[in-house]
C-alpha cells in the first residue's frame, strides 16, 4: 500500500503516519523531518535548506526530490509500502513523483487530504508548543505565529494545487481533520481497507 498524505501544518499528518507505520509496516518518509535531520546534522544539505525552513517558506522542488528519491530507490520492493508525509506539496514535485513511480514500479493507491480549519491549527500548533516546552524538548524554530503564517499562506497557494491533480487521477480521499485523533485514524483506516 502506497500512501501521500497532504494536509496543512499541525493537521495531524505526523500523528495519523506514525499509527499507519505501526498498523500497516509501511516506511514513513517525511521530507520535513528529513530536513530537520540534516539542519541538525550540519550537512550541506541541511545548511542550504535552513533559512527556508526557518523563514516557513518550501525548500527547493530539485533538493526534496532528490531527498525522496533517494529514500524511495533504497526500498525494497517487497516491503509493505510507503507513506509519504509532506511530500509533495508542489505540482512539479508531484510530477516528479509520478514519473520516479512508474521508473521504480510502484503506484500510488491512495491520497490523503486533510481538511481542518486554519482558526483550529493555529491552536494545535501553539498546543504543540507548549508541550515541548513542559517536556523540555526544542521547540520547532517554524512553529511560532509569525512563521506558522507563511507556512498556511504556502500551503493554500502551493499545496491546494495538487487537489485536483490527484482528483484527475481518482486517487484522492478527504479525511475530516477536525475530529479526535482515533477518529481520524478510523477514517483514514475505513477507506484504505475498502
Ligand atoms: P513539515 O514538517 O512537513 O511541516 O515541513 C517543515 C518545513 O520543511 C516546511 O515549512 C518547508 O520549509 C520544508 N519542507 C518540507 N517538505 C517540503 C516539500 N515537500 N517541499 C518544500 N519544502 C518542504
Known amino acids: 500500500m502506497n500512501i501521500v498524505i497532504i494536509g496543512p501544518p499541525g493537521a495531524g499528518k505526523g500523528t495519523q503516519a506514525e499509527r ?6 509501511l516506511m514513513h518518509i517525511s521530507t520535513g523531518d528529513l530536513l530537520r535531520d540534516a539542519i541538525k546534522a550540519g550537512t550541506i544539505l541541511g545548511r542550504e535548506a535552513k533559512t527556508a525552513v526557518d523563514a516557513g ?9 532528490g531527498l525522496v528519491r533517494d529514500r524511495l530507490s533504497k526500498k525494497q520492493k517487497a516491503d509493505h509500502g510507503f ?22 514500479a510502484m503506484p500510488l493507491d491512495h491520497v ?7 482558526g483550529l491549527l493555529e491552536e494545535r500548533i501553539a498546543r504543540r508548543a507548549e508541550q515541548s516546552l513542559r517536556a523540555g524538548k526544542p521547540i520547532r524554530s517554524d512553529d511560532s505565529p ?10 493554500a497557494r ?19 481533520a477536525s475530529a479526535d485523533v482515533d477518529d481520524v485514524t478510523a477514517q ?7
Do not use: C, H, M, N
Open 20 to 25: 499507519l507505520v505501526l498498523k500497516y509496516g
Open 57 to 65: 517558506e518550501l525548500v527547493s522542488d530539485e533538493v526534496v526530490i
Open 83 to 104: 507513506i509519504l508525509d509532506g511530500f509533495p506539496r508542489t505540482l512539479s514535485q508531484a510530477a516528479a513523483l509520478e514519473s520516479l513511480l512508474r521508473d521504480l
Open 112 to 118: 490523503v487530504a486533510f481538511d481542518i480549519e486554519v
Open 146 to 155: 509569525e512563521v506558522l503564517k507563511i507556512r498556511l499562506e504556502e500551503f
Open 158 to 176: 502551493a499545496t491546494a494545487a495538487l487537489t485536483p491533480f490527484y482528483e484527475q487521477r481518482r486517487l484522492l480521499r478527504f479525511v475530516d
Open 188 to 194: 483514514i483506516g475505513s477507506f484504505l481497507e475498502r
